[in-house]
């Protein structure tokens, strides 16, 4: 997680996306498998967020669809927040066997001004119906303090690609 928020903080500084990042491990060892930042505005595509990219990239690296297919280890996503309304479809159908995110408030709303979508009450129980373990709440200060910083910014860049 500690990776996430440093690139999390790195990426919007930089100007290549919104204060997000992922990181794929193999649960077992914590080795990394790969990295995803949010790439919209770099990409100039809007299914470009942190989950995606890291969940792609893994999948391309590993040569497989399927995070979790027969005789692999098991896969965390690690994200600094909870996954937006399409992520969160990403990580149904990725085979990952842990979802680890530091917060799942609407802080991330507030303080970004960002619309992270029409999420399901029931997201996280429908997680873990599909064998998904969630753990929340970690690192949860060091994520809102990256959100603050982007909030501040005045040239932060909403959903919608459009600036405030
Ligand atoms: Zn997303």
Not at 22 to 33: D, F, L, N, R
Not at 53 to 73: E, I, K
Not at 105 to 130: I, N, S
Request: aromatic letters at 6%.
């Amino acid at each position: 997680m500690r990776v996430a928020h440093r690139l999390a903080g790195r990426n919007h500084r930089e100007g290549t996306g919104g204060p997000f990042a992922a990181v794929v491990s193999v649960a077992g060892t914590g080795e990394i498998i790969a990295v995803g930042v949010n790439l919209v505005l770099a990409s100039g595509l809007s299914g470009m967020h942190a989950v995606v990219v890291a969940q792609s990239l893994s999948q391309a690296h590993l040569g497989t669809w399927n995070l979790g297919g027969p005789g692999s280890d098991p896969v965390e996503l690690a994200v600094n927040w909870r996954p937006c309304a399409m992520c969160y479809g990403a990580v149904l159908w990725s085979g990952i066997a842990r979802l680890v995110i530091a917060g799942a408030g609407d802080e991330v709303e507030h303080l970004t001004g960002f619309d992270e979508g029409p999420m399901r009450p029931a997201w996280k129980e429908q997680l873990h119906a599909r064998g998904v373990e969630v753990h929340t709440d970690v690192l949860r200060d060091e994520a809102l303090a990256t959100f603050r910083e982007y909030g501040a910014r005045d040239d932060a860049v909403v959903y919608n690609g459009g600036a405030r």
